[in-house]
């Protein structure tokens, strides 16, 4: 079973590989061949997409090969569910396989890299099989021209080479200090994984999946995110990021100096530049949708399509309010509220060329991938994190008996010295350059600068009267603002990092629990290399190592090195919050696999059908409203100074 599953990850590494090369693999050219040949031979639960895969491709009408995929547009979003479906519904791996051989010298690169990525995270014959870093297949959307540029000197001279890279800019732009989270290769990868674990056009009904809390994984992950991204600025003298808004001009702009593979640079934009119409999107538009997401918030209920009145006051409600704003598949109406978050994504990234008359290609906010790289990408998401505020705002505080833990107290919780640091990291660049001319591949590297942390362990220290199945909670705030004044609690709520959330037993009496960082349920280690993924099947399938395959792989997770914010050379004090509550009364059912189930749950939600773990709303208890420390603090709960210091 083992050998079987390795020659499967096989197959998919080399239909990953070099996608811009057709026709690399003797085998799998036959199989696209006879894909064509052999329709009939082939089984799918669903053949309808495939009949009209091969119709759109017979007539031509396909996003030609070379050509730029942006999710964002409507007709090659069309073509690639068109794709995604055929390989999905695929009944047993052998159609599967001959499908994605047939696809992957004829469809669109862009178009074929993200239907198979799709398909394979949720198919249930690829379970376990590892995709390779985003970063090492499409290495363009993740380094600059300039890596680029030298990568093809240094092939042509047929030299080895290490190319190092910097951050975008320089230091007259106060955003530079803090590119090295949004430029950072593990995030962008974690961003567009997220995205293709939970797309916005899953149609849950037809794909027999469900997505358990899709909508409030959207808000949550998206708010960490901006947290995250406020602690690294208040960790370089930068002030907390501010919303954008439809009617200021955007202060800061952006020049990625990243380039496509073919089709040009992307778009720049200049300081001070203003939300302009672009083709089919008005701003008058976005700010009717905005209206009336912000008039249902009020009155507390949302209007179906069908005329059917919805409630929205309630925990559930920000479930549907995420489908709402992204919007996805699951929004009660679409017309009517409209799609803000993909249209904000859609008018940044279209900008400068806003009526199409230069041909731009399209900006880095209209890729998943890259979009974080743009400072206007975390003002966009504040903007619309604002509004899920309003929401939560309006809905009441948490009870004392919702907060408490009856007899169960922390007395102490100690933890390592917190230091950061940064580090030099390769991007092997195999995939970026071109084969048209005959040159033997040499060793081409990016090397970037990534932040990195010091392993630590949390010890709590809890007393409880009998024995307990405790949910554990530990986020970190900030403790004093750009300003240097304390932040109080209800503020310090907003920029609330989650760190962690596992089970841990209790017995009567006193209890020790060890936590260590690397368990963390937000983050994931870092992605093994397509070389290293190369080496370790091949030397599996020729019995020369046992390969451990772990069917609960996930892709989707922060990286783990920046679990941590960066703190200050002189130490930064934040605050640690632990809080414990009764897991018996918050589990959706019983299977104990599942609140570490694939070990990135927090941001990325459980896989496959399976229920998120838990069922209070994610962000628990700094959600809503804190009137006052002193009624909201019970003994379940434990707060106290860190300092992160920055190494260099
Ligand atoms: Cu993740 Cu806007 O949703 O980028």
Redesign the pocket.
Known sequence: AEREFLLKQKEILRLLSKVHEPNRFKHQIELGDKFVAGLEELSFKDASPVHSLMKIFKTKKFLPRGEIFTLFNDAHRAEMIVLFEALYFAKNWESFLATACWARDRVNEGIFVYALSVAVLHRHDCRGIILPPAYETYPHLFVNSRVIHEAYRAKMRQQDAVIRMNFTGTVKNPEQRVAYLGEDVGMNSH?AH??MDFPFWWRSADYGLQKDRKGEL?YY??HQ?IARFDLERLSNELPFVEPLSFDDVIVDGFHPQTTYRVGGEFPSRPDNFAFQDVEHIKVRQMKDYVRRIQQAIAHGFVFSKNGIIIALNDTEGIDMLGSMM?PSMDSPHVEYYGYL?NY??IMLGQITDPKGKFNLPPGVMEH?ET??RDPA?FR??KYIDNIFKEHKDSLPMYTKKELDFPNVQITKVDIDNLETYFENFDVDLLNALDDTVELDDVSIKARVTRMNHAPFTYDIKVKSDKSHTAAVRIFLGPKYDWFGQEIDIEQKRMYMIELDKFTAKLESGENTILRKSSESSVTIPDQISTKKLWDRVEAGIQGAATVEVDKDHRHCGYPDRLLLPKGKPEGMPFTLYVILTDFDQEKVNDIAADYSYGGSISYCGAMHGHKYPDNRPMGFPFDRKIESPDVFFTPNMFSRDVTITFKG
């Open positions: 961003h997220w995205h959207f992950m998206h995110l992204e978050h904000g994504h998943f979009a974080t990408f966009l998401h």
